[in-house]
């Protein structure tokens, strides 16, 4: 082989990496020193991609398709069938596995598609390229191009056995900054008729023993995030339980794990373990997708609601585990309506993060089989997302599309939270908010612009007027106070209330607390100007506890102390409290 085997990912941001071809590299064996990585982000030109691949000389290429960047590999791939003629291309993931031969048809650039795990399916072509043998015909799990054109679609490769397959992150300084991704099982015990997880029921576990020492490695590393890739994490109690006592008893008080669990699986011996840890260290993904039986019964999501509402309202109140609920629009027998009662369910539970996603139909699902007889139409380019169905209009969808824009904004956000439970007083659900606040943006024409922090700010203080939503003073008070949660703003709105008054005020507390650190303790040596800098004091005309808490809007002078230097670990906001200015 004359040049290195490149493998090149294509993530969707720079803060991503890509197991899959750590993964194959790991596993080359003797071969590993043939193959050479590279990886690029949908975002970076073209041409910057396509000269360094050029430049680096390859003898074969094999490039990792998914739905967020297949177009952008597809051109790379005629681009590259132009300026480098013969380079044999290899292509794998999930977004060629199940489609391989029509892709073959459709990219005359492409040699062969590696379906499924690659881990073995890649050593066999590597020693094909690097030793000669084996012969393509004799390597399962790949669809390939004969000299004179004729496609073959070889049999299936075993899958892997995942004790057996290295792990992937020596050498922490390449993922400085970036998520990694870490996977202690693949496969998955259900059958949701969308996910192509559901292809692949046979659960796979890493042994705990091997689980336990790679995580003990990304802890010493103190890597900022891990991503547990397992499609459905706590599916084997024993499993997950485990791993999770290994972390509480391990915490290096630096890394955060991310799980996709099945919240209606977890058990007291789970929640006792979660209860326990420091806040911050895991956060918990759960797909609830709909609270519509029928519609849970038609994809064959056997999960039980009210177990979920139970275990997500316990943790919430242990106060120290981010979670976040998933919600699909698009999924058959839910109309709109039916959608937005699927809203309300989930948002009574106040997730941290509330998705709500598009439903994707993925070549390969049983949903891609179903489609004519769902009436469900789709764009035919990825990420192949729903346009109407039988029981939801193209109509309903781009109300859905507005809704989604409010609730990544004002809810998923974090920077409102507290002015949105207060408007939330004067709707009859929190799905009718979000649609008011979406008809409001629609009209004014701002949906799908880039705003400020500020302007979004404005722009809810202006709704809350024209809707006449209580009190004047009381939104903009409860607005003011959200903004100085996340940060000692200087960029301040025209609602604000003037504070000149109290200056001098304020200024005695910072003197008094240079004195006395009543309020402001660990800062010994800092003066009165110094601690303003983390530091902020606010006067707000109404009662804030009574306020944010009852939403009872009762005038009086209510100074707040936002504290910088102490934030919550799981919203990051200030530590707030109220204080009496001296006279």
Same mark, same amino acid.
Not at 140 to 146: A, D, F, S, V
Not at 171 to 195: D, H
Not at 563 to 571: C, F, K, V
């Given at each position: 082989m004359n040049g290195k085997f490149l493998l090149v990912a294509v993530n969707a941001k720079y803060i991503h990496s890509n197991p899959g071809i750590y993964s194959l590299k790991a596993c080359s064996g003797e071969l590993s020193d043939e193959v050479e990585l590279a990886e690029y982000t949908i975002n970076l030109e073209l041409d910057l991609a396509l000269r360094d691949i050029y430049r680096r000389r390859p003898a074969v290429l094999g490039l990792s398709c998914y739905i967020w960047n297949i177009r952008y590999i597809k051109e790379l791939t005629e681009v590259l069938g132009r300026v480098c003629p013969g380079l044999p291309v290899w292509l794998g993931g999930p977004e060629v596995s199940y489609c391989a031969a029509e892709i073959l048809e459709r990219m005359p650039e492409v040699t062969g598609v590696m379906r499924g795990e690659g881990e073995i399916v890649f050593k066999h072509v590597l020693s094909y390229y690097a030793a000669g043998a084996p012969a393509?015909?004799?390597?399962?799990?790949?669809?390939?191009?004969?000299?004179?054109?004729?496609?073959?679609?070889?049999?299936?490769?075993?899958?892997?056995?995942?004790?057996?397959?290295?792990?992937? =992150?020596?050498?922490?300084?390449? #993922?400085?900054?970036?998520?990694? =991704?870490?996977?202690?099982?693949?496969?998955?015990? #259900?059958?949701?008729? =969308?996910?192509?997880?559901?292809?692949?029921?046979?659960?796979?576990?890493?042994?705990?023993? $091997? $689980? #336990?020492?790679?995580?003990?490695r990304l802890l010493d590393q103190k890597v900022k995030q891990v991503k547990f890739v397992d499609r459905t994490f706590n599916c084997r109690k024993s499993h997950g339980l485990e791993i999770w006592k290994y972390l509480k008893e391990h915490d290096n008080g630096v890394t955060n794990f991310h799980f996709e669990i099945a919240a209606d699986l977890i058990g007291e011996e789970e929640l006792d373990v979660i209860s326990g840890m420091r806040p911050g260290l895991i956060q918990l993904e759960t797909g609830v997708q709909s609270t519509n039986p029928r519609s849970l019964k038609e994809i064959r999501r056997n999960a039980d609601f009210s177990r979920i509402s139970q275990v997500t309202e316990r943790i919430r109140k242990f106060g120290n585990t981010h979670q976040h609920l998933d919600l699909i629009a698009g999924l058959p027998y839910e109309d709109y309506e039916s959608f937005g009662r699927s809203f309300n369910d989930v948002y009574r539970l106040r997730p941290d993060q509330l998705q709500l996603g598009f439903l994707k139909v993925l070549r390969g699902s049983h949903m891609y089989d179903m489609a004519e007889s769902y009436g469900l139409v789709y764009r035919p380019e990825p990420p192949y997302e729903v346009l109407y169905t039988r029981w939801l209009s193209y109509e309903d969808v781009l109300k859905l599309k507005a809704v989604e824009e409010m609730v990544e904004v004002y809810y998923n956000s974090g920077q409102f939270s507290n002015t949105m439970e207060y408007l939330l007083r004067f709707f009859p659900s929190a799905f009718s908010m979000y649609e008011a606040l979406a008809r409001y943006y629609e009209d004014k024409g701002l949906l799908g612009m880039g705003h400020t922090r500020l302007k979004r700010y404005e722009i809810l203080s202006d709704f809350a007027i024209l809707l006449n939503l209580g009190k004047r003073v009381a939104c903009s008070s409860v607005l003011m106070y959200d903004i100085y949660l996340r940060e000692n703003a200087k960029s301040l709105p025209g609602f604000r209330m003037e504070q000149g008054q109290y200056w001098e005020r304020v200024r005695a507390f910072f003197r008094q607390e240079e004195k006395e650190r009543r309020y402001l303790k660990g800062r010994e040596g800092l003066s009165a100007k110094q601690m303003m800098y983390d530091a902020h004091v606010e006067v707000f005309p109404v009662d804030m506890e009574l306020l944010l808490k009852e939403g009872v809007c009762q005038e009086e002078e209510c100074a707040v102390l936002f504290? =910088?230097?102490?934030?919550?670990?799981?919203?990051r906001n200030a530590g707030a409290r109220r204080i009496a200015l001296p006279q």
């Open positions: 393509l015909e004799d390597i399962p799990g790949i669809t390939w191009r004969e000299p004179g054109g004729r496609i073959v679609e070889n049999l299936p490769e075993r899958p892997a056995r995942l004790d057996e397959v290295p792990f992937l =992150y020596e050498g922490a300084e390449k #993922f400085e900054n970036k998520i990694i =991704y870490y996977e202690s099982s693949r496969g998955c015990p #259900f059958s949701c008729s =969308y996910c192509l997880s559901s292809v692949d029921r046979q659960v796979r576990f890493k042994s705990l023993p $091997v $689980v #336990f020492r790679e995580l003990q504290d =910088y230097s102490i934030r919550d670990p799981l919203h």
